[in-house]
Nanobody
């Protein structure tokens, strides 16, 4: 079991930046994949970014709409995953959920979510 706690959400103007953090209750060294989903009102939850740790290092993936603006990173020493969000747009407004996949890539654990609101 692992508990995930997100922080860093808030209200920001379009073009601004936020950094989300996801702190795990135990070591994430052995967790295969971690990342972020988001869900906007009236829309399905979508995968925003993921980071997968393999033998040769980590690989990252992003949904097309955030490529070049968002960066996911992982600090195993701090048991934390980050999502740096730059050049935010109104359409980035959503609740952002951190997840962890112990093996494979499908989420096994979820955080409680953090609200990101981008104003024009």
């Amino acid at each position: 079991q692992v508990q995930l706690v997100e922080s860093g959400g808030g209200l920001v103007q379009a073009g601004g930046s936020l950094r989300l953090s996801c702190a795990a209750s135990r070591s994430i060294f052995s967790i295969n994949a971690m990342g972020w989903y988001r869900q906007a009102p009236g829309k399905q939850r979508e995968l925003v970014a993921s980071i997968i740790t393999g033998i040769s290092g980590s690989s990252t993936k992003y949904t097309d709409s955030v490529k070049g603006r968002f960066t996911i990173s992982r600090d195993n020493a701090k048991n934390t995953v980050y999502l740096q969000m730059n050049s935010l747009k109104r359409e980035d407004t959503a609740v952002y959920y951190c997840y962890a996949a112990a093996a494979g890539t499908l989420p096994d654990y979820w955080g409680q979510g953090t609200q990101v609101t981008v104003s024009s």
